[in-house]
C-alpha cells in the first residue's frame, strides 16, 4: 500500500532451487545462504523468514550493521556469520549474540580472543586464508603465529571454520589460478590439522564453485545467487549442462518488479512525448504512464529502449525515463485501463522480462543489478 510498485518473493520458486541445491550438494554438506547486500535486493528481513521457512538454518552476511539486521529476524538456531567487516568495537557485540566472525589477520585474532576471554563467552571464529585472490586472509606464512594465539587463549573460542575464498570460480579463463587456491587451501588445512586444529566446517565455495569446481564444496558452501535462480554467469550454466540430458536452467527467479498503470492517453502523429525531443509519434499512439522512475531504481539508461509486460505482452518504453514516471506505448493491446498490472522484471503470461535484459546496455552482472533495487520498494511473499 502507498508505494508506486512493489517487490514479490515467490516462495515455490525459492523451495525449487533450494530443492535443487539439496540435489546437487548432497544431504551431508551444509548450506549456507548468502544474504549480503540486502538479500541480493530481495530484501533482508523478508528473505530471512521466508528461507527459514523453506529450510534455510544458517545465514552469511559481509558486514555487522547486516549482522544486526539478520540477528533481528532469524530463528535464534539458525546460525549467522560475518564474511567480512565488523569494526574492532562491534567484536564484543557479535560474540555476545554468538554470531560467527571471519578471521582474516592477526590482529583481528588477538582482539577477537582477548575480547572472548574478558567476556568469557566463546567466539566462534572461522580462519580465512590467503590462497591467492590476494584479498582478505591470512598469509601461510603467518599460520605459526595464528596457531601460537590459538594456544594462548584455548579456551576462549570455538574453531567454527577454515575458509577461502575463490577469485573468479565463475569463469574458465581463471582455472589455474582457482585450481592453484585449491592446492593451496588443501594443503595448510593438512598442516593444521595435524597441529591438532580440525575446524567443524572446511568451506571454500560459492555459487560457482559448487557448480563446476565439486571437490570444493567438503562440508559447507556458501551460496548466494544460485538460491534466488541466477546462474553466476552463463559459462556456469552450460557449465553444469555439460552431459546433461535437458539443456535447460534448472532454477527459478525468485523476484519479480510490478507496478500498474496511471494513466492512458492517446497521442496524435507528429508529436514529441515527454520531454525534449527523443521521441516522436510516427502514428497516432495510446500511452500508458506507469509511476517508477529512475528515482525508484529504474535507469534512465532505459529511456526508449527498456520493455515491460502489460496484459501478458512486450511493451517499448517510449521517451524519457523521468524521475517518477515513465511512459509505454500500448500499441498490440486493448482494453488496457489504469489499474492493470505492469511487469518491470518478471512474468506475465507466457513472456518474462529477465533482470539481466536491464543490463544489456551497460552489461551489468545480474548481482549488481539485483543489490541496486531500492530497500524502500516494498517487499511481499507469494505462495
Ligand atoms: C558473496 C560471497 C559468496 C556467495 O557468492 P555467490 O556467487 O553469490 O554464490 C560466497 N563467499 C563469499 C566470501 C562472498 O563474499
Known amino acids: ?43 533482508l528481513e523478508k528473505f530471512i523468514s521466508l528461507s527459514e521457512a523453506c529450510g534455510a538454518n544458517h545465514f552469511a552476511v559481509f558486514s555487522a550493521d547486516e549482522a544486526y539486521t539478520v540477528q533481528q529476524v532469524k530463528r535464534p538456531e539458525s546460525g549467522l556469520m560475518i564474511m567480512g567487516m565488523i ?61 601460537a594465539l590459538l594456544k594462548r587463549y584455548e579456551d576462549a573460542y570455538i574453531l567454527q571454520g577454515l575458509c577461502t575464498h575463490y577469485a573468479g570460480a565463475e569463469s574458465i579463463a581463471n582455472y ?26 572446511y568451506h571454500t565455495a560459492c555459487s560457482a564453485a559448487t ?24 559459462e556456469t550454466l552450460i557449465q553444469y549442462l555439460k552431459n546433461k540430458k535437458e539443456q535447460i536452467d534448472p532454477l527459478k527467479r525468485v523476484l519479480s518488479w510490478k507496478s500498474k498503470v496511471m494513466n492512458i492517453k492517446t497521442v496524435e502523429a507528429g508529436e514529441f512525448i515527454g520531454y525534449g525531443t527523443s521521441f516522436l509519434a ?29 496484459q501478458g505482452k512486450r511493451l517499448n518504453v517510449i521517451g524519457m525515463v523521468n524521475m517518477n514516471l515513465m511512459l509505454v506505448d500500448l500499441e498490440s493491446t486493448e482494453g488496457v485501463q489504469a489499474g ?10 507466457d ?28 517487499r511481499k511473499v507469494v505462495e
Do not use: C
Not at 508505494?3 to 540435489?23: V, W
Not at 589477520?105 to 568469557?120: C, P, V
Open 282 to 310: 510516427s502514428r497516432s499512439m495510446r500511452i500508458a504512464t506507469v509511476p517508477v522512475g529512475y528515482a525508484h531504481g529504474y535507469s534512465r539508461s532505459l529511456s526508449n529502449q527498456g520493455h515491460v509486460l502489460i
Open 211 to 234: 557448480v563446476s569446481y565439486p571437490q570444493t564444496r567438503m562440508n559447507m558452501v556458501r551460496i548466494g545467487i544460485l538460491q534466488y535462480g541466477f546462474f553466476p554467469t552463463q
Open 87 to 147: 569494526d574492532p568495537s562491534e567484536l564484543a557485540w557479535a560474540i555476545e549474540n554468538q554470531i560467527e566472525v571471519f578471521i582474516f589477520d592477526l590482529e583481528r585474532l588477538e582482539k577477537a580472543l582477548a575480547t572472548s576471554r574478558k567476556l568469557q563467552i566463546k567466539v566462534k571464529i572461522h580462519l580465512e586464508l590467503e590462497t591467492g585472490m590476494n584479498r582478505l586472509g591470512l598469509n601461510p606464512s603467518e599460520i605459526e603465529a595464528a596457531v
Open 351 to 378: 513472456t518474462y522480462i529477465s533482470v539481466a535484459s536491464f543490463g544489456e546496455l551497460s552489461n551489468q552482472l545480474n548481482y549488481e543489478l539485483l543489490t541496486r533495487l531500492p530497500r524502500n520498494i516494498p
Open 176 to 201: 589455474v589460478r582457482v585450481k592453484k587456491q585449491i592446492v593451496t587451501y588443501n594443503k595448510l588445512a593438512k598442516r593444521l590439522k595435524q597441529l591438532g586444529y580440525v575446524p567443524q566446517k
Open 340 to 349: 492493470d498490472e505492469v511487469v518491470l522484471i518478471g512474468t506475465q503470461g
Open 1 to 43: 500500500m502507498f508505494e508506486t510498485s512493489y517487490i514479490e518473493l515467490d516462495k515455490t520458486a525459492l523451495q525449487h532451487n533450494y530443492q535443487f541445491l539439496r540435489n546437487l550438494i548432497g544431504n551431508d554438506v551444509q548450506l549456507s545462504s548468502v544474504v549480503k547486500g540486502n538479500a541480493y535486493g530481495h530484501g
